[in-house]
């Protein structure tokens, strides 16, 4: 009865503030439906960039079908009609697939069909020749799927052998022009038609197909797995969308409800008295109807509660306290174990379970009935009927009775054997994504150390380039100043010497732009040898010969030494003369004054395998030029013939641009020869070339 005496001012500013507190809420809810929109579009604009990826995976895996076929068909027919069209078509194909030539518009659609007939050819794409296989590392396309093609690749040099073979047998009819007998009926040609058309052949192409049968089902699956996900976010967006605008509008309801209540409330208070006599006169018919109600109330909670343990998904049990017999299972305990609930009733675990597990539940059992709290057994293995051995989270507590001793044991379990296998598996791929970091960290970090090395390698080339040739240049404009300023001034001696100074910077310049040229042209492979047997002693005496001033000026000694064997090489008499005069100008500039130089020509033998094991090797000469200079550091004897690097001792203060050991690299390979520097045990450095004695003149 005092419910009715509540201050009514004070109910009237908590509904005021349940108003205020509505507004916020439909404010929320308006900006979270704004927010789901705009992930909505991103991710409708993701599915569309998911089902165009999975067209162009497709348009690529066909591409790959398509150019097996091609083949098939060209060299059938350059074995059916003689026409070498058809074998230049073959090899077009196959170099248009590994991107040897660019791809042609439209390619994927119908091309070669208007090439054999002759047909307008489509215009080729402004784009960069590229293999069919990049294109697929572009895709998307997983290592599973290219480790299918490359099985594919494999089976496929049996078929092309047997291509190569029939293709042959037709050249060798073609190239014999036997006209006694007619073309459809020679020898060869029917063997190569036998080849193409017999059951090897057809076996070969059926061998290449699986593979790439298997690729097309890993394409789709792969393709319609990530276009299913992205529809997911999608439809879940929408749900979200539909969830926020029915909040809205149960919000909105709730507000004019709220709003109508404070003016309905100022109703109520007046009609407050009369409800409550009414209520006073209910109360005694309320109390017998109560009675009833609470009866059939308990039944239907008895109900409930039985529906209740029956759908819940974890097995739940409970056994008597004193034999631990099974008195009651619900479906999920029957699903579990495979038996029924007639099977298990008044049954203990000996009876279903091997004696293992048995006797470890019923020591967990008197564990529980002894201390009288829950028990949490957080794995324990079972044997089930049906579904063999499972692994349960269990939790067990006692039951007592009115006076606290232990009458029921109840139990629940829960199947976790596929979170510890999903666990297991997580674990398993954390650690190979941490291996895979720390390979990806070491590649990006040795990427950057070449990076910042090739950048230094430029810096200092440009500061070299700067410095040998704006020298020079000034040079010139001095002595060209001073022979225009003096010229009716001092005796033609002066001029001539002023002329001398001009051409001999000139030459120096001239031999540097030389050299960028001379290695422009060793990389593209566009620059002329002139191969033929030469007498690398008479090389070495004209090149030493052009030193002899130089010589004398540095105030160095240079020792011949040579014996009386023949030395006679193929060779670019020029070439290795470039390479012998850089090999002698370095050792002069780098020998400090009354020190030797030794330049030696001797017998060797030069290895020509391709790999670490490979013992064959060929007659050869070995020129070095060993000095007494300063020597090289050891980790540079081999990055100083790398294009634009200099020796850290002589990079600084002696000039060059870090080309001329570069060039006599390229030179010496050319050659089919070896290069190499060392260290001297005294000091200074020796360098050094092969050059075999014959080799095939190009």
Request: aromatic share 8%; proline share 3%.
């Amino acid at each position: 009865m005092f419910k009715f005496k509540i201050n009514q001012s004070g109910k009237g500013n908590r509904l005021y503030l349940l108003i205020l507190g509505e507004v916020f809420f439909i404010i929320i809810l308006a900006f979270l439906a704004v927010f789901l929109l705009i992930k909505q579009g991103d991710a409708q604009m993701k599915l569309a960039l998911s089902g165009t990826l999975r067209y162009e995976s497709y348009l690529l895996a066909d591409q790959l079908r398509q150019s097996s076929d091609d083949l098939t068909r060209m060299v059938r027919t350059y074995v059916a009609t003689g026409n070498k069209k058809f074998e230049q078509l073959f090899w077009d194909i196959l170099d248009i697939r590994d991107g040897k030539k660019q791809k042609p518009l439209n390619y994927e659609r119908i091309y070669w069909d208007f090439i054999t007939v002759d047909l307008p050819v489509p215009p080729f794409k402004n784009d960069k020749k590229i293999a069919l296989e990049e294109l697929m590392k572009r895709a998307g396309f997983t290592e599973m799927e290219f480790d299918l093609l490359a099985v594919s690749k494999l089976r496929s040099d049996k078929l092309v052998n047997l291509e190569k073979t029939a293709m042959n047998l037709m050249k060798k009819i073609i190239s014999e022009k036997n006209e006694d007998v007619p073309y459809e009926k020679q020898l060869g040609r029917e063997k190569a038609i036998q080849i193409l058309f017999g059951k090897e052949y057809h076996l070969a192409k059926k061998n290449i197909m699986e593979p790439i049968n298997e690729f097309y089902e890993s394409i789709d699956k792969r393709t319609l797995q990530n276009v299913r996900q992205t529809e997911h976010q999608v439809l879940f967006y929408e749900l979200m969308i539909k969830i926020s605008f029915a909040l809205l509008m149960f919000s909105g309801i709730s507000l004019l409800i709220s709003i109508y209540q404070h003016h309905k409330n100022m109703v109520r208070n007046l009609t407050a008295a009369l409800q409550l006599k009414t209520k006073e006169i209910n109360e005694r018919k309320q109390a017998e109807g109560a009675l009833k109600k609470s009866e059939e109330d308990l039944r239907n909670n008895n109900k409930f509660i039985e529906s209740v343990l029956e759908n819940i998904p974890n097995m739940i049990f409970v056994k008597d306290a004193i034999h631990l017999n099974f008195l009651r299972f619900n479906k999920a305990g029957e699903d579990l174990l495979g038996y029924s609930k007639e099977e298990l009733i008044g049954k203990n675990d000996f009876d279903f379970f091997p004696k293992e597990e048995a006797e470890f539940f019923i020591k967990k059992d008197l564990i529980v009935l002894s201390e009288g709290k829950c028990v949490d057994i957080p794995e324990e293995s079972i044997q089930t009927r049906s579904k063999g051995k499972r692994i349960l989270h269990t939790k067990k507590i006692s039951i007592p009775d009115e006076e606290g001793n232990p009458k029921y044991l109840l139990g629940i379990s829960e199947d976790i054997t596929e979170r510890k296998q999903a666990v297991k598996a997580l674990k398993k791929a954390n650690e190979e994504l941490e291996t895979r970091v720390e390979e990806r960290t070491y590649d990006l970090i040795k990427a950057k150390d070449e990076a910042e090395f090739a950048n230094k390698a430029k810096s200092e080339f440009l500061s070299n380039m700067s410095h040998e040739m704006r020298t020079p240049i000034h040079q010139i404009l001095s002595y060209s100043k001073f022979g225009e300023d003096k010229i009716d001034d001092v005796p033609k001696e002066k001029l001539l010497y002023y002329f001398l100074k001009i051409g001999t910077i000139g030459r120096s310049l001239l031999s540097l732009m030389n050299d960028l040229l001379d290695l422009s042209k060793l990389e593209s492979g566009k620059m002329d040898y002139e191969m033929q047997r030469n007498d690398l002693k008479q090389i070495i005496y004209n090149v030493s010969h052009e030193f002899i001033s130089l010589i004398g000026e540095k105030g160095v000694t240079l020792k011949i030494t040579e014996s009386d064997m023949s030395a006679e090489s193929v060779c670019d008499e020029y070439k290795i003369g470039q390479v012998i005069r850089n090999f002698l100008s370095n050792a002069i500039k780098f020998t400090p004054s009354g020190k030797l130089i030794t330049l030696s020509i001797e017998n060797s033998e030069l290895s020509v395998g391709q790999l670490k094991a490979d013992n064959d090797t060929v007659p050869a000469l070995c020129v070095s030029i060993k000095d007494e200079g300063i020597g090289i550091p050891k980790d540079e004897l081999l990055s100083i013939f790398d294009k634009f690097i200099q020796s850290s001792k002589t990079k600084t203060g002696a000039g060059g641009t870090g080309l001329g050991l570069a060039i006599c690299k390229e030179i010496i390979q050319v050659h089919n020869g070896k290069i190499w520097a060392e260290n001297n045990p005294a000091g200074g450095a020796t360098f050094s070339f092969m050059l075999p004695y014959e080799q095939d003149v190009k």
